[in-house]
Every structure is written in C-alpha cells, then in structure tokens.
C-alpha cells in the first residue's frame, strides 16, 4: 500500500511539475529517472538476495587479503 502511494505521489509530482514548466524532459532526465526507479524498485525487491550476495563477496575479499598479507603461507599452500 506504501508503495502505490508512492507511486501515485511521483505520478503527481511529474505531472505538475511538467504542466508549471519547472521540468523540461530530455534524453538524460528520462534515463535518469528510469535509473532512480530501477534502484528503488531493485532494492525494495532484491534487497535481501544483494546484502546475501555482497556479504559472501566481502568475505571472499577479506580471505584474500588475509593471503595478501601473509605470502609465505599462501606460497607454501600453493607448493603443496
């Protein structure tokens, strides 16, 4: 339900804006806002699955840094 009245807001938004002339629509305003909607639609939605996604990444990360650090072991582990 927060969502539609979200939704209706920016719908009401734009159209006012566009009637007063504040907002004049080219190529990048139309593509920035499509973006500003994907992220917001991206992260309401998907949230979860890229904080799932990301953590498993950061933790790859910091396992090769880890190696980074300490090249004698990581040297002996790639020997044998």
């Known amino acids: 339900m927060q969502a539609r009245k979200m939704l209706f807001a920016a719908i009401l938004s734009i159209c006012a804006?566009?009637?007063k002339k504040?907002?004049?629509y080219n190529e990048e305003i139309?593509?920035?806002?499509?973006?500003?909607g994907?992220?917001?639609?991206s992260q309401k939605s998907l949230g979860k699955t890229f904080k799932v996604t990301l953590d498993g990444r950061i933790q790859a990360i910091q396992e090769e840094s880890q190696q980074f650090?300490?090249?004698?072991?990581?040297?002996n582990e790639e020997i044998q």
Not at 30 to 36: L, N, P, T
Not at 38 to 41: D, E, H, L
């Open 30 to 36: 139309i593509v920035a806002r499509c973006f500003i």
């Open 69 to 75: 650090l300490n090249p004698a072991r990581s040297l």
């Open 38 to 41: 994907f992220i917001i639609f």
């Open 17 to 19: 804006s566009s009637s």
């Open 22 to 24: 504040i907002s004049i």
